[in-house]
């Protein structure tokens, strides 16, 4: 593929009891030939086919009785890379948007996706490097976790990046970004979240990136951050966040006061017949209702954390007869903040059954109308945007309502604290 001069050819003995390797390369239209054998060893390792990387030349796959051969130094020398093929005939190899797909006798066919690790294996070992994937098709689902005998899986749905870490980072943190037009939608660590707790229909255990010594591969699902949660409600459908639409995103990387940075392009699912409007419009409404649940959760959980301080000054001045407009005011407070909180969210469900027994609020209603928007085909419905137009009116006088009670109650309650005198320790005599 690089140079119409040169050419691979592998020739077999085999039938004739010959198990050698016969591999040779030719630079000048087949006038002259070279043997290229060295590293292809073993009882019954002969090779069956050889082919050229398309993007780097001299970087050579062979398919051999044994296994997968491949020689970095076009053909100077071979090495085995087995990885978690079987000992199988190899019997033809090619390469599909930069994927190897070997043909085996008897194993069907095994795919090795996306070579950029061997592409690029003659990087400086001494810096750290995030290679720039190749352009990733917005396809979902078809990948299991869970292993099946007999079958194999799927690549992951999302785009799949490789980088290269001089060392282990053991103690030393490391962070991949995902930005779109200069804001972070998405951010991963090698670190596990210190005080990480969840429960049905809680938040999902983030993944961790690797950072090992050496190469490294993660999947980054198409998805923006996820939802922020509201400790023990019940979230149907999880708190993940929405699928991206086509575009240009950056991947940065992050180790101390080292960056690196590369670019992936998404491309739509070309069984889809939409235009760039429908996915715009796409994500302007997933954007538009994450950001209205973020706030309403953000909201749920400054109220919830003020309920608790009302109720510990409730606790603490039961006994002080000054205390008694300041703690009417408290009650007042709390009955407020309650009725105001069973119009967002419904802690009552703790299975996605309940919803017969404990009805939707307005967090779940806005979840359920994402569920209709973040698909595939992006085009939404006049009815979907109808309906967020209500929810959001919904939202606008309950975040009204929200303001009020922070600027004018909760006000009115420290107002009243203050004149009270009141320590900020209180020892009883």
Do not use: C
Not at 146 to 169: C, F, H, I, W
């Amino acid at each position: 593929p690089h140079d119409a001069a040169t050419a691979y050819v592998v020739l077999m003995r085999y039938k004739s009891m010959d198990l050698n390797s016969y591999v040779y390369k030719t630079k000048d239209y087949g006038q002259t030939w070279t043997k290229m054998t060295n590293g292809l060893e073993g009882p019954h390792t002969f090779a069956r086919v050889v082919r050229e990387d398309k993007k780097k030349q001299g970087l050579l796959y062979a398919g051999t009785e044994t296994g997968l051969y491949v020689s970095l130094d076009d053909g100077r020398f071979w090495q085995p890379l087995q990885l978690n093929l079987p000992v199988v005939p190899i019997n033809d190899l090619t390469i599909q948007d930069n994927d190897l797909v070997a043909a085996t006798a008897g194993r069907s066919f095994w795919i090795l996706d996306d070579l950029a690790p061997l592409q690029h294996a003659g990087i400086p070992k001494d810096q750290m490097a995030l290679l720039q994937p190749k352009d990733t098709y917005l396809f979902m689902g078809g990948h299991s976790n869970e292993p099946r005998p007999g079958l194999g899986s799927n690549p992951k749905s999302g785009v799949t990046m490789d980088y290269y870490l001089p060392q282990a980072l053991d103690s030393t943190e490391l962070t991949l970004e995902v930005v779109s037009n200069g804001k972070v939608i998405r951010s991963y660590t090698n670190k596990k979240p210190k005080d990480f707790k969840s429960w049905a229909g809680g938040p999902q255990k983030p993944e961790i990136l690797p950072s090992k010594k050496g190469f490294n591969r993660f999947t980054w699902d198409f998805r923006r951050e996820g939802l922020p949660a509201v400790e023990k409600v019940f979230i149907f459908g999880g708190l993940e966040g929405s699928l991206v639409g086509p575009g240009t995103y950056t991947l940065r990387l992050h180790q101390g006061e080292n960056t690196t940075e590369t670019t992936v392009n998404v491309l739509p699912n070309p069984n889809i017949g939409a235009v760039v409007a429908d996915y715009e419009e796409q994500q302007q409404i997933l954007e538009k209702i994450e950001g209205a649940v973020t706030e309403i959760h953000e909201a749920v959980n400054s109220m919830r954390s003020a309920k608790q301080q009302l109720q510990h000054y409730k606790n603490l001045l039961k006994d002080k007869e000054q205390a008694t407009t300041l703690l009417e005011k408290g009650d007042a407070l709390l009955e407020r903040i309650a009725s105001w909180e069973e119009n967002l969210i419904q802690p009552k469900q703790k299975t996605f059954q309940d919803v017969i027994n404990f009805t939707n609020k307005l967090n779940a209603q806005l979840l359920h109308l994402r569920g209709y928007v973040d698909v595939a085909e992006p085009k939404v419905t006049q009815g979907a945007k109808d309906r967020l137009t209500d929810l959001m009116q919904e939202w606008a006088t309950l975040k009204a309502a929200h303001d009020a009670i922070v600027n004018k109650e909760m006000k009115d309650y420290n107002t009243t604290y203050e004149a009270l005198g009141l320590p900020a320790i209180l020892i009883n005599d």
